[in-house]
C-alpha cells in the first residue's frame, strides 16, 4: 500500500476541523467525521485513472486503505468536499462538464454497511450524481422460453435512442449466434466469482446451472448513454434488484401454458434435452414466485406475441397515454477551474476563486440543490439541481412580485 501525503500527517494529527478546502501540491481534499479524516483526491494508487481514497484513524493514527466501490472518478487539478450528512461526502472536481463535476462518496450508508459486513473490510463506494431523474430502468423476468428477449428486442428496434440493454455477465457457453459483450459477457466461474468478491456486482444468481449477473457498470454504461435501463434477470436476480437502492420497474412476464412454453424452448433449438428439462422444472418455481413474491409491479401473458408487445409498451408509457415529464430547463455550467464550496442548508454554493484566463473577472456563483437525492452506490445518485446564483435570485425575485 502507498503511503500517505507526508504534509498531511501532521496537519491531521492536529485534529483539523472539516477542512473542504484543506489542499496539498496532489490536489486531495479533507473531511473529517468522528475520529476519522477522509483524504481524497490524488491518484489511486491501485487504479491510477481514478481519484484516490484513504482514511486517517485519529484514535489510533494509523492510515487506513478502504476497498473503494463503484465506478470511480477520474483524476483532475483539484477538487472540493462538503459533508452532506454523516453518511456521505459530496465532491466538487474543479473545471468539470456538467456530466461529471458532482460526485458522493459514501462512507456509511446502508450499502456501505453491507458490504462492510460481506468484504470484511474498511468499505466506501462512489455514485456519480446525475441532474434530474431519468426514467428508472426496466426489469425484465419470467420463465426461460416465455419470450422476453424477444420482447426486448422488438422493444429496442422500434426505439433505439430510447432504451439500452444491460449485458449480464454469465459463466454459460454462447449459443451459435451470440457475441461476447452484446449478448452477454462470457466468464470463466472463478474470474466471475472473483468479481462479485470484489463487490462488482448489483445482483447474481445461479440460473439453471451457470451463474448469471449484473454488474453495476452494466447499468451505469446505460444510464451514461443516456438512455433508460433494460434488464433480462431470473426471479432471483429480480428480488435482489428489488433490495438495492436501484430504483426500477419489475415487469414478470407468463406463458400461457407450460405446453406451450415447452414448444417454444424446444422450437428455439438452443438447448440440449437435459437443459430443456431442467428450464422446464425452474420454469414452475419462478412463475410461482413470480405471481406470490409481491416482487413484481406487472404481470403480462405473452399468448399473443404483438398483443403482448402493446401491453408492454402501454406499461412503459410509449402509446402516448402517458406523458414524458419534462427536462430540467435550468441552464447548464460548467465548474470553474478552482472553487470553494459553502453549505446552506440543502444547497451548495460553488464560488470561484479566481477568473478564468480569458475571461471577464466576474465572480462565478453556482448554487447546487441536493434537497432531493435519490438512489445511490451501487449506481447513481439522481435528483441534483444546479443553477447559477443569478438564475435563484431571478427566481426568488419573481416570487417575491
Ligand atoms: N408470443 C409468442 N408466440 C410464439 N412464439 C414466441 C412468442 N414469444 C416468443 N416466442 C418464441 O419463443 C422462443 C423463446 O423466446 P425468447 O428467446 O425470447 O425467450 P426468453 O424468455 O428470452 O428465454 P431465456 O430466458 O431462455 O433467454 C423464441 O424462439 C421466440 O421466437
Ligand atoms: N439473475 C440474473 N439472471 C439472468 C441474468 N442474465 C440472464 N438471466 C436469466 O437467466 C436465464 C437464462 O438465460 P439464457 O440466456 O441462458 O437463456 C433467463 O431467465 C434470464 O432472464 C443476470 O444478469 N442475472
Known sequence: MGEAPA?????????????????????????LLGNRTYVIGGACEESPLSIGVQIFDQSTGEWIYPTVLGTKPKPCKGLSAVLLSEDRILITKNGSTPDDFAWFLEVDTQYVRQQKKILGTDVVAWSK??????????????PSGVGKGTLISMLMKEYPSMFGFSVSHTTRAPRAMEKDGVHYHFIERSAMEKEIEDGKFLEFASVHGNLYGTSVEAVEVVADDGKRCILDIDVQGARSVRASSLEAIFIFVCPPSMEELEKRLRARGTETEEQVLKRLRNAKAEIEQGQSSGIFD????????????????????LDGTVTAPPKSSSK??????DHSVAKIDHRIIINSKTPELGKASTNIRIVLDVSSLKGGA????????IYTMDSFLDGLAGINH
Open 298 to 317: 406487472h404481470m403480462l401473458y405473452n399468448d399473443n406475441l404483438e398483443e403482448c408487445y402493446k401491453s408492454l409498451k402501454k406499461l412503459l408509457g
Open 7 to 31: 504534509f498531511f500527517v501532521d496537519e491531521l494529527q492536529k485534529g483539523y476541523g472539516n477542512g473542504f478546502d484543506i489542499k496539498s501540491k496532489g490536489g486531495e481534499t479533507a473531511i
Open 378 to 385: 451501487p449506481g447513481r445518485t439522481r435528483g441534483l439541481d
Open 129 to 142: 450524481g446525475v441532474r434530474g431523474y431519468p426514467e428508472k430502468p426496466v426489469v425484465i423476468s419470467g
Open 332 to 337: 447548464v455550467v460548467d465548474l470553474p477551474m
